[in-house]
C-alpha cells in the first residue's frame, strides 16, 4: 500500500513478507545495503553492468520500483545535480522524478523507496537513499561504486 505524499510529508510504502519465501540469509546491514547470501537454488536472469561514479550523467535516467503488488516497474527520471566525492556518502546523486505515472500514483519520492535501483544508459549507476522532505518529487541516490565497494567488505568476512 502507498500512500500519496506532498511536500512536507512524504508518503509511505507499507508491506509485508512472506517467511516462507525466503532466498537467503543476511550476515550484514548497513547504510550501503543489505548484504549476505542467496541459497543456490535462487536464479535470476536479470544481469546488468554498474557504473563507476565517473559514468554517471546529468540527465535522463530510470528508477525500477514497485508501485503494485510485486510487480517491479521502470519510471522516468532526471538526475539534476551530481557530487563529485572523494569518499562515499548516501547523497551523491539528487534526482527528479519526471514519470506522470508514478507521481499520479505517489506524488513522489516516499518513504519505502530506499534501494530502488538507479539506471541510466543500461548500466546500473545508483539507489534511491532519501526523500527532500519539502520538495517530494526530489531525491538522493548513493553511487553503485559505493554499495558494491561495501558488499565486498561485507563478503570478505563470510
Avoid: W
Wanted: charged share 25%; hydrophobic share 30%.
Amino acid at each position: 500500500n502507498i500512500s500519496k505524499g506532498r511536500n512536507g510529508n512524504p508518503g509511505e510504502k507499507t508491506s509485508t513478507t512472506k517467511l516462507n519465501n525466503n532466498i537467503g540469509t543476511i550476515s550484514n546491514n548497513t547504510n550501503y545495503g543489505i548484504f549476505g547470501t542467496i541459497d543456490s537454488t535462487y536464479t535470476s536472469n536479470y544481469t546488468c553492468e554498474l557504473a563507476s561514479k565517473d559514468e554517471v550523467k546529468l540527465g535522463k535516467a530510470t528508477i525500477l520500483t514497485t508501485i503494485e503488488k510485486n510487480k517491479v516497474e521502470e519510471f522516468e527520471i532526471e538526475i539534476i545535480n551530481l557530487k563529485k566525492q572523494n569518499k562515499p556518502d548516501l547523497k551523491g546523486i539528487t534526482f527528479k522524478i519526471t514519470d506522470k505515472r508514478l507521481l499520479e500514483k505517489t506524488g513522489g519520492v516516499y518513504s519505502g523507496m530506499s534501494g530502488s535501483p538507479i539506471m541510466q544508459n543500461g548500466k546500473l549507476v545508483g539507489a534511491v537513499t532519501h526523500v527532500l522532505v519539502n520538495d517530494v518529487v526530489c531525491g538522493y541516490g548513493v553511487y553503485i561504486e559505493y554499495m558494491y565497494q561495501e558488499a565486498l567488505e561485507s563478503t570478505r568476512n563470510l
